[in-house]
Structure formats: C-alpha cells, structure tokens
C-alpha cells in the first residue's frame, strides 16, 4: 500500500507558547479568544541598527569570538569605538571591527557569530493574524494559545540547532516571503525582518543567509540548498525539499508563499514548521492511502528529474512503472518506487 | 495453549512495524487441500515519518490501513456491522477472517511508545511484541533447529542501523551434546545527518567507485538518505550505497571479528539471510559484494533473501512445527528460494583463466555447461525449473573450498523444498584489495563484474 504525503497537515486544537520579555506587556486574559486583529503584547525593543557577521567581518571562528570581543552586551558605544578585533599575521597585522554610529551593543545572536548594534527603544503592539484560545499566561512558558494550524514537514534543520532541540527548542515568529517565493535571490535591500521566520524559496545563497540574518531574521526556510553550505553554517535554516540544485514544484512553492504574513512555529523536535491559521484553503480531500494511483499528484525522487512535481496518468508494467505527466508538460515512465506521491 | 490441528483450515495474520515500514503477511494453511500460502504487502511509512507521534497516526490510521488491506488481500478482516468498523478475530474460511493478528515492533522503531499505544487504542485483540535481539535470537536458533544448517548469519541492513546475528551449533563437552552459540554485532548511527555526515569519512573514498566531486556526492547522498526511496537505478547512487553498506560490513569485522570467523568453513553447511532495506536497492549482486568484502566471507554457504521480513514474521512459528499456536507453516513459505555461493581459495591472478568448469542437468532442460573464471565475481542466474535441477562442478588450476581443500561439488535443486535461482563464485585472489583512488575502483569492479 501507498501512504500519500500530505505537505500541509491539520492539526485540530495545536498548543503553543509565544515567549515574551520582561519589558513587554501580555495583552490577553486567561480564557480569552483570541480574533484576527486582536492585540497580543506590547514589545518593548530596540530595533537593529547595524548587525555584523564576525566570522566574515574579521575572520575568527564562531567558537574563538568570545576572546576577539571588545565590548559588552548592552554597553552604549560611539561611532569609531573598537566592537572586536583579531591579531593575524603573527601579530604584524590587526583585523578591527569599527563601529560605524552610536548605539547599544547586543550579544544576543553572538553565539551565532552576529554582534548587533541597536537604535533607539521603540514600543511595537502585536496582533494576532490567527483564532484561538488563550489556556495561561506565565512569565516562563510565555503566551499559551490554542489554535488550528498546518504543518509542513521541514526535510532537515541545521545541526547546531538540533542539539539544543534536545530541549524541544521552538522558534516563534511572523512568516516571511522573499519575493514571490519562486524566483532565486542571491541579496535583498531595505527588508524588514527581524524576528521573522524567513521563506527565500526555491534555492538559497551563502550570502543571501547572511544578509538575512544580518537583518535579524530568527529562522531561514527554503525548498534546497548545498548540503556543505548546510552543514557548514550552524545557522538556524531549515531545508524543506532536497540537496543542491534541485527542481522545485511551482504549485508547491506557490502554496507555501501563499502563507506569508501568517503565525508560525518552527518546532525542532517534530522537525516541522506549524502555520497558525484555520483557514481551510490547505485541507487535502485526498485519503491518506493512495486507492488509485492513476491521477494522483507525485514528487520525483529519481535523481535525473529529482523534486518535479507531476501527475500520472497511467500504469504500466505489473504496476511497477507509471507515467507521469510533469508541470513542465512533457511525460516520461518511472519505476513507482521512485516517487513519493503527495497532496495539497 | 492448545496446539493447532494440523488438518483445520487455518489464516493468521503478522505485522511487522520496522524501519519506518509496515509489512503485512497473511498466512492460510489446508495441508489437506496441499494449499500453503502467504499473502504480503508493504506500506512505506516514510511520507509520515515526522508524525509517527502525533495525532494522525491513530485509532483512524489503523482503520483505514486494515480496510485497505482487506482489498489488497482480497480477504475479510473487519467487522462492519457497527459504525466503527472493528477487527474481527473469526476464521470463517479462505477469503474471509483470521485466526489471530499479531503485530510486531521493531524496538529500534522511532516512536515506539506512539507507535504501541496507538495499536492498544485500536484493538485489544491484536497481540503485540516486541522485536529484540532476544527474538531474533530465538528466530535464529529455531530455524536452526529445524533446518539442515549449523551456522546462520543474520544480515540486517538499514541505512541507520546495520546488525549481524549468528546462532551456530557447537559440541558442548560438558554436557556431550549439542548447544548453540549466539553472538551479535551491531552499528547504530543517530540521525540521518549522521548516516550522511558518514561519507565524509577518508576511508569512505578508498571503496567508491563514482568520480564525482565531493560536493555532488554529498548533495546526491543527502537526497537519497532523506527521503529513502522504494527504487533506484542511478549508478551514482548505487556506488555510494555499496561503499557506505561495505564499510558497515568491514566495521563490525575489524570490531567483531571473532563472531564472524569461520563461516561458511565448517564441515556443516552454512547459510546467510540478508534483511532490510539496503539490498532491496542494492540487489542480489551488489549486496554480496559488500557482504563477502565487508564482512570477508570465505567458503561455501546458502543465502536467503528475508526483503520482506517474512523469516522474522513467521521464523517462530516455523520453528515451533506443529506445536505452533498461531499458524503451522512448513519450510516452503519461508526458505524455499536460495543463492548458492561459493568463496574459493584462489591463486590465479591471470586474465579469463577457468577456475571453475560446472554442469547443469534437469530433465526436461537437459545438460548444460558453466564455467567461472578467475578474479571474477561471477553471479549465475539459474533457468526457470519446476523440477530438479541437478549442479555439478570442479575447481582448476589450484582453485579449492577451504577448509578441506574440496576440489568438487554438487546440490539439487528443488522447487518444492529449497530451490536455488543463483550460484555465485568469486574467484578474486585474497585480500581483496580496493583503491587508491575511484578510478582505479572503477576499473576494479569493471573487472570482477561483467
């Protein structure tokens, strides 16, 4: 028998937390429900100046940053100030990390190999772009909400995340597309993204990723990327599709763009990203056991044509080869084996 | 428990739940009627790998698998007088209800504990156990009990998990008598980033065989491991699954030497039963090609291909004979269809000289000539035979099986009982030697594989 892959399943009654600071303000009561629209917290926070990648910007190791550093977290720091600084060349040479305004320093990310500069204090109300429950609230587990939601099973997450996900380690945030999620970007200008869940879609860049999360994106989705980029970074980035250059379905891709702007959870554990929403846009009919495999929707697995999304349209031979009509238009025969057949 | 009647009708049905799939195998017995069978399926649980532990793998999952199996079996298993259809434990007759179902779960198996409650939640009347190296121990020494060998080799071959079992008689001087030794070595990688991660180690590259850059190997590999597909016939893949499977193998030999020694050089007879899901990618010829070089097999020995777990499913009952309370299931269903495989001692390093010259007579396909020939890995396919077929044959030029410097063999093979479908002789001159580089592999396989 054939189990279907259903890329957005629901999920009735999902529970989940949205941590908050000491300086933000829960605006929610025990048992209220929540609407789209309706005020969750206001944030206190300072927005993010300047972001550097000290592994790129002075060129030291993630794990030597912390004898390169200059400066404290939260330390006021003016323009020209020395923020960190390597001695190479056996000491005939020092590589200096300037800071190019005033502003506050911030370590938080700096485990990541970010240093950031924050602007002035500002106060952000954030609204829910979802239904549901509020079941408690506490200064430990954050906002505890119930609601509907869609998960998307992401195919790997970055290494250095998922030994802290020992812990159930989960990102919280707003979904982000780049563009229209099809198109491959290799950088992008004046993005807002911090503290975002962030979708780059079919393909992504070195740097691209770090552009991102020099904006301060928390999380980096995308449909592939080159396995040694993969392992090699230890940034949090998920990988939904597959290894290097790969093709990616268009109704797939166009699917999870359609998500942006709505509440995500990216749950290391379960290694899936929960979408909070309870529209029934993404809600398959298809069974979950494929009854007939003529019409049924397959990603290819085989590596000549690895990620094409098609249908079939008929079988062949003892129902071990199948043909299959792809999105690009043309056909060609398969072993069954070499699909994996999905529904959304 | 009251012992089965060999002359009732009788259908039980066995689940195994291992390495992210469920395979199925329905049994039906009328020894008067001479009728034996067992009806398989497999279902790739794959797709649900991440939510094995979540809410849809539940009470309706195991609904809708068991009213699917009900039309893939083409046999009655539900009983649907209700509105929740449930399952029904009545053999009526052929085609419709069984006698017991009893579902099996690897304890390597993620989500176990999920995996387990979910089957409780469904039915109290499907029998769960556990599938340990205690049961494949016992499997193993059943089988050895019931069959003419004296030394079994396990196989388990999954991309994850890679184990080797042995049971082998042995004359216990204490109690003048019979015993059998059990021994297992095992290798258990964490994750698929660390079956993935694996290939990067140097002595990965002294068995490939692929001239692609490592970055390709790595992205292939990757997809390949993730997604963990049913079939693949891409060159690329293949040579890096034989070298990942041959470096599993040669691991647990250099680390477990002395529970592997010997096979297939006893003066009994010897048989290999390879498992999982390596070999149903690799194939037949691949997947001994890393056994014998992984492992470094010698000798002479059966191989049985258990790519349907049927020899772990029901390797108990068989064993048990007619003191089965499930199902009596004869040899037929369960080791019927054999590789013969032949390691001889060899010195001959020469180009396309016979090594080995054979004969193949039947009666209605009447006799034919074979030869192998040296540093070959010469697999043999046998033709279609319902009737027996009678192998022959003689190691030249200073080829022989050790340890008794056999020169000569023979065996029969029969459909009915143990049918063999292959007779594999490698001829390549100890040790093996793989490398420096791939291109050198390249042409090394080239030679030993025509």
């Keep these: 028998m054939i189990v279907r892959h259903k890329i957005f399943e629901k999920y009735d009654n999902y529970k989940f937390n949205i941590p908050y600071k000491s300086g933000d303000m829960p605006l929610l009561d025990r048992g209220e429900r929540i609407k789209e629209g309706t005020e969750i917290m206001k944030k206190r926070g300072s927005s993010i100046k300047f972001s550097f990648y000290l592994p790129e910007q002075i060129g030291v190791s993630v794990a030597e940053i912390g004898k390169s550093l200059k400066c404290i977290d939260g330390e006021f720091v003016n323009e020209g100030d020395v923020l960190a600084e390597k001695v190479v060349m056996k000491g005939l040479n020092v590589r200096k990390l300037i800071s190019p305004a005033e502003g506050v320093v911030d370590l938080s990310r700096i485990e990541k190999g970010y240093l950031g500069l924050l602007g002035e204090e500002s106060e952000v109300i954030v609204k829910s772009t979802f239904q549901g429950l509020v079941e408690s609230i506490t200064p430990v587990d954050g906002i505890s909400i119930t609601s509907d939601a869609f998960a998307l099973d992401v195919l790997a997450i970055a290494d250095s995340f998922l030994e802290e996900s020992r812990g159930g380690k989960k990102i919280v945030g707003e979904f982000l597309v780049l563009g229209d999620g099809k198109d491959l970007l290799l950088d992008v200008q004046d993005l807002e993204c911090e503290d975002k869940i962030v979708f780059v879609g079919k393909y992504l860049h070195p740097e691209l990723m770090h552009n991102l999360f020099e904006r301060g994106a928390s999380f980096i989705l995308t449909y592939s990327m080159e396995y040694e980029d993969f392992r090699k970074q230890g940034l949090p980035v998920g990988v939904i599709g597959g290894f290097g250059e790969i093709y990616s379905g268009r109704s797939m891709l166009e699917l999870i763009a359609s998500m942006n702007g709505k509440f995500v959870v990216v749950d290391y554990l379960e290694s899936q990203i929960f979408f909070v929403t309870s529209s029934t846009t993404y809600q398959s009919k298809e069974d979950l056991f494929v009854k007939s495999a003529v019409g049924s929707r397959v990603i290819s697995r085989s590596l000549s044509n690895y990620g094409m999304l098609g249908e079939i349209v008929s079988v062949e031979e003892y129902n071990l080869f199948v043909t299959v009509e792809w999105e690009t238009g043309h056909r060609s025969m398969l072993n069954i084996g070499s699909l994996e057949f999905v529904s959304f | ?450």
């Design chain 2, 1 to 450: 428990m009251k012992n089965l009647s060999l002359l009732e009708k009788n259908a039980y049905l066995s689940i195994i739940i291992k390495d992210n799939g469920i395979w199925a195998h329905l049994a039906y017995t009328d020894f008067n009627a001479g009728r034996e069978y067992i009806l398989s399926d497999f279902t790739d649980l794959t797709p649900l790998r991440y939510r094995l532990d979540d809410d849809v793998f539940n009470r309706k999952f195991w609904q809708e698998y068991f009213l699917n199996l009900e039309g893939v079996f083409d046999w009655r298993l539900l009983n649907k007088s209700k509105d929740s259809p449930f399952i029904s434990i009545d053999f009526k007759r052929e085609g419709e209800g069984v006698s017991g179902i009893r579902m099996q779960i690897d304890d390597n198996q993620r989500f176990f504990d999920k995996i387990f409650a979910s089957i409780r939640e469904f039915s109290k009347d499907i029998a769960l156990r556990v599938i340990d190296d205690l049961y494949v121990q016992k499997v193993l020494e059943g089988v050895l009990q019931r069959t003419e060998y004296d030394d079994l080799l396990y196989v388990d071959m999954d991309l994850l998990d890679f184990s080797v079992f042995r049971a082998r008689k042995v004359y216990d001087r204490k109690n003048n008598g019979e015993s059998v030794v059990f021994s297992k070595a095992k290798i258990n990688w964490k994750d698929e980033l660390s079956v993935i991660d694996s290939i990067m180690d140097s002595r990965f590259k002294a068995f490939l065989a692929t001239e692609l850059s490592t970055k390709e190997i790595l992205n292939y590999w990757s997809n390949f491991v993730s997604n963990r597909v049913l079939f693949s016939e891409d060159p690329n893949i293949i040579d890096i699954l034989r070298s990942y499977s041959t470096i599993q193998g040669h691991s647990i030999h250099r680390d477990n030497a002395e529970k592997i020694d010997n096979f297939g050089l006893s003066k009994g007879e010897s048989a290999l039963i390879v498992s999982g899901y390596i070999p149903r990618i690799l194939q037949e010829s691949k997947t001994l090609l890393c056994l014998i070089d992984g492992l470094e097999l010698n000798g002479n020995f059966d191989c049985y291909w258990d790519l349907d777990m049927k020899i772990l499913c029901y390797g108990r009952s068989f064993s048990e004979g007619t003191n089965a309370v499930d199902i009596i299931l004869t040899r037929k269903e369960l080791l019927s269809l054999a590789s013969k495989v032949l390691i001889p001692y060899t010195n001959v390093d020469k180009k396309n000289k016979v090594v080995f010259s054979g004969t193949l007579e039947s009666l209605s396909g009447g006799k034919s000539e074979f030869f192998a020939l040296s540093s070959e890995f010469a697999h043999l396919q046998f033709p279609q035979h319902t009737e027996k077929l009678v192998v022959e044959g003689e190691f030249k030029n200073g080829t022989y099986l050790q340890p008794s410097n056999q020169k000569s063999i023979g065996f029969v093979s029969k459909p009915e009982t143990k049918k063999y479908d292959s007779l594999l002789i490698d001829a390549r001159v100890r040790p093996i030697i793989y490398g420096p580089d791939s291109y050198a592999n390249k042409l090394k396989l080239q030679k030993w594989i025509k």
